[in-house]
């Protein structure tokens, strides 16, 4: 940040505080060369992470793609699928990873789902872990009951 009495490159910030729409920073700056006090507004770069994608792809994180595959696994299920796109939103948000894989984002949606509907859950694990055979199905399906027993 360039002192613009003497373009020194160098300053202090004096004091630091969100703007009233809390969507920028407003800092009170100090040159160190020349004193000169000045003001800027820095803008909140909010981190969207970036999704590594099976094929190898990359592209923002995009909670109405997600939504998409949640919506259709919970459709006519008493499941809110917009409340667990949010929730996956902010849990990839909170934990400030800059990258994620598509299929971490598919557990966090199956850990979700599992606990909420298990018949949503089989839809979106059916999608999501491509399933190669009615084996690997059922053995997924068995694989919840011994949970479920366990729990009882
Ligand atoms: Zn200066």
Do not use: W
Request: glycine share 4%.
């Amino acid at each position: 940040m360039k002192c613009p009495a003497c373009g020194y490159p160098e300053s202090k910030v004096t004091d630091s505080r969100p703007t009233e729409e809390g969507v920028s920073i407003r800092r009170r700056r100090q040159c160190l060369s020349c004193g000169k006090r000045f003001t800027t507004y820095e803008i909140i770069d909010t981190v969207v992470p970036v999704v590594l994608k099976k094929n190898g792809t990359r592209e923002y994180f995009d909670r109405n793609k997600l939504l998409v595959g949640l919506l259709k696994a919970c459709e006519k299920r008493p499941v809110d699928a917009r409340k667990i796109a949010e929730e996956i939103e902010s849990e990839i948000s909170n934990s400030l990873r800059t990258e994620i894989t598509s299929a971490e984002i598919g557990e966090l949606a199956m850990e979700r789902l599992r606990t909420a509907d298990a018949v949503a859950y089989v839809r979106f694990a059916s999608v999501h872990r491509e399933f190669k055979d009615v084996d690997s199905f059922v053995k997924e399906i068995a694989h919840m009951k011994d949970e479920d027993s366990t729990l009882k």
